[in-house]
Nanobody, 123 residues
Framework: VQLQASGGGLVQAGGSLRLSCAAS????????MGWFRQAPGKEREFVSL????????SYADSVRSRFTISRDNAKNTVLLQMNSLKPEDTAVYYC?????????????????WGQGTQVTVSS
């Protein structure tokens, strides 16, 4: 499966962005779909995931209650709605697909990766 992330940009603190991850060559409902992010000088970290059935979803503590992951099966797309953005959310955001049967939150558990989209939150 090929993944294409989009929707990043520059936003002020407190603002919102919606990231999209479009899949081709496979269906998003066949994978656990995740979002990760990587800030400069830091390791790539887990942000959120949605399992094949659509529920449950999982979030990193740092984004819980501010970010919402969802899936549009008709468009074969996974979305990440990001509200109340903070400067510390600044990073390149990656979508990824996992064939794991558990609830994968580690980078190495994901098999396919998109190219990343930059999110910059100004203070």
């Amino acid at each position: 499966v090929q993944l294409q992330a989009s929707g990043g940009g520059l936003v002020q603190a407190g603002g919102s962005l919606r990231l999209s991850c479009a899949a081709s060559g496979g269906t998003v409902s066949s994978y656990v779909m995740g979002w990760f992010r990587q800030a400069p000088g830091k390791e790539r970290e887990f942000v959120s995931l949605i399992v094949r059935s659509g529920a449950p979803t999982s979030y990193a503590d740092s984004v819980r209650s501010r970010f919402t992951i969802s899936r549009d099966n008709a468009k074969n797309t996974v979305l990440l709605q990001m509200n109340s953005l903070k400067p510390e959310d600044t990073a390149v955001y990656y979508c990824a697909a996992s064939t794991a049967i558990n609830v994968p939150r580690m980078v190495h558990e994901y098999d396919y990766w998109g190219q990343g989209t930059q999110v910059t939150v100004s203070s």
